[in-house]
């Protein structure tokens, strides 16, 4: 079951913050986070396996919300970099395969 | 070992041809996905293998398309009578496997355009 990602798009300048929602109406095992830049392939930011999990990679870090089934990607004080579509994953309980989520396009500009 | 490579990068074919996709997963990884990608789409999920053994099939994936990961190394996805709206980037995925599915490293893709 493919997860809903909101908002669809957002643009920021350098140095905002931004949050990005995964959304699943399965119960979830893991939530994956993936950047992926026109042109790319997907690349992997992180993984969250249990409930109210928290990671963060440098100023990127995520929170997983089992209960409810929802993660939420946070970028703080973005970078030109951080450009590129988002997209969560998910794996759900009842199996192994792997959805990805609709995508949420980041620009940041000057 | 590099990565996931695919091959070939980009496929033009002809309405009604079949066309052939390869990839080579990371030598240990034990899980391989196919997904499709459309323009401004997120990977849609077409199959995945554990080994040899193809353990999921989505329903988007019609009787014209074929999967197989023979002596579980490498994986080929075959699109019998191509159709237009068959046109995509094709992407295949590995990973080690296990109850946690784990990072998934993605080949470059294989860009399908049917005329």
């Known amino acids: 079951q493919q997860p809903v990602q909101s908002p669809q798009a957002v643009i920021l300048r350098e140095g905002e913050d931004a949050v990005i929602n995964c959304s699943s109406s399965?119960?979830?095992?893991?939530v994956h986070w993936y950047r992926q830049k026109h042109g790319e392939a997907p690349i992997f930011l992180m993984i969250?396996?249990?409930?109210?999990e928290q990671k963060g990679h440098d100023k990127i870090s995520a929170s997983f919300n089992e209960k409810k089934q929802q993660s939420s990607l946070y970028l703080t004080a973005s970078q030109l970099s951080y450009s590129g579509t988002y997209f969560c994953g998910t794996e759900e309980v009842t199996g192994n395969q792997f959805y990805f989520g609709t995508g949420t396009s980041l620009t940041v500009i000057p | 070992d590099t990565g996931v490579s695919q091959d070939p990068r980009h496929k033009i074919t002809k309405r009604g041809q079949n066309v052939t996709f390869r990839c080579d997963p990371i030598?240990?990884?034990?899980?391989l996905y196919w997904y499709r990608q459309t323009l401004g789409q997120g990977p849609e999920f077409l199959t995945y293998?554990?080994?040899?053994?193809?353990?999921?099939k989505s329903r988007l994936l019609s009787d014209r398309f074929s999967a197989e990961r023979p002596k579980g190394s490498f994986s080929t996805l075959e699109i019998q009578r191509t159709e237009q709206g068959d046109s995509a980037m094709y992407l295949c995925a590995s990973n080690l496997g296990g109850r946690s599915t784990g990072e998934l490293f993605f080949g470059e893709g294989s860009r399908l355009t049917v005329l």
């Open positions: 399965k119960a979830l095992y893991s």
């Open positions: 030598s240990e990884h034990n899980r």
């Open positions: 293998f554990q080994n040899e053994a193809q353990l999921e």
């Open positions: 969250l396996l249990k409930g109210g």
